[in-house]
């Protein structure tokens, strides 16, 4: 007999959800990391998945308050 999947909330650390602290600094990390290896030159499908994962970020990050400055910020930058 096959051994039950781990329930969910077993799976994660006993800190998680990161605080907004927390989070907002791995997201400035992730962000960065990003940026710094981002080519100069790039393909249109690089930039289409760039674009993509700036948008998404700005709506389904978990604090609404850096969701909405994500927007803003987004509206004034060149990807």
């Known amino acids: 007999m096959p051994t039950p999947a781990p329930k969910p909330e077993?799976?994660?650390p006993v800190d998680?959800?990161?605080?907004v602290e927390q989070l907002g600094s791995a997201t400035r990390t992730f962000l960065?990391?990003?940026a710094a290896y981002y080519p100069e030159?790039?393909?249109m499908q690089?930039?289409?998945?760039m674009l993509s994962l700036l948008c998404a970020l700005s709506v389904?990050?978990?604090c609404s308050h850096c969701a909405q400055q994500l927007q803003e910020d987004a509206?004034?930058?060149r990807v």
């Open 60 to 62: 389904l990050y978990p």
């Open 16 to 19: 998680c959800p990161p605080d």
């Open 10 to 12: 077993l799976m994660w």
């Open 75 to 77: 509206r004034g930058e």
């Open 46 to 49: 690089r930039r289409m998945n």
């Open 41 to 43: 030159r790039l393909s």
């Open 32 to 34: 960065h990391m990003t």
